[in-house]
């Protein structure tokens, strides 16, 4: 009902467990995964994939965002790739506690996607901007590390 009631295309995937997707103004899609299990409601987002470079200071970024208070978190999957995962009690969950759930992790992905690609991506970033630019393209944003609001 929570999912619905933020206007979210929700899809079953398996008993108690459904897909829908965020989104973001600089992480434009945010695929969620929940999961209702016995006693509570856990969800996994892919925030990226394994970073090409630079591993060191993603991960001292992630961790750094880790501090925040709350229910989600970044975490490495199994394959290394970057992920956001949380969980609330069942005795907690009602509309309010999924809309900040979902809140906190567009806030994460979306406060941290730029600063983890620059750093996690450059090299692909670098050659990206040399071919818009030889195409005739404008820059990409996420490449350029000044705030919205400072451009």
Do not use: C
């Not at 208070?69 to 009602?94: C, Q, R, Y």
């Amino acid at each position: 009902d929570g999912l619905a009631a933020a206007g979210l295309e929700v899809t079953p995937v398996g008993d108690d467990r459904w897909m829908t997707m965020l989104e973001g103004e600089w992480k434009r899609t945010i695929p969620l995964l929940l999961d209702l299990g016995d006693r509570r409601l856990t969800l996994t987002s892919l925030f990226a994939g394994v970073p090409d470079e630079g591993h060191a200071e993603v991960y001292r970024i992630l961790l750094q965002r880790n501090q925040r208070p709350g229910p989600v978190h970044f975490a490495l999957d199994d394959e290394g790739d970057l992920i956001l995962t949380g969980s609330l009690p069942l005795a907690a969950l009602d509309a309010t506690a999924v809309d900040e759930l979902l809140g906190q992790v567009l806030t994460f992905a979306d406060e941290t996607f730029n600063q983890v690609l620059r750093t996690g991506f450059a090299s692909y970033l670098d050659a990206e901007q040399r071919w818009r630019a030889s195409a005739g393209l404008p820059p990409n944003p996420v490449g350029d590390p000044t705030p919205p609001g400072e451009r």
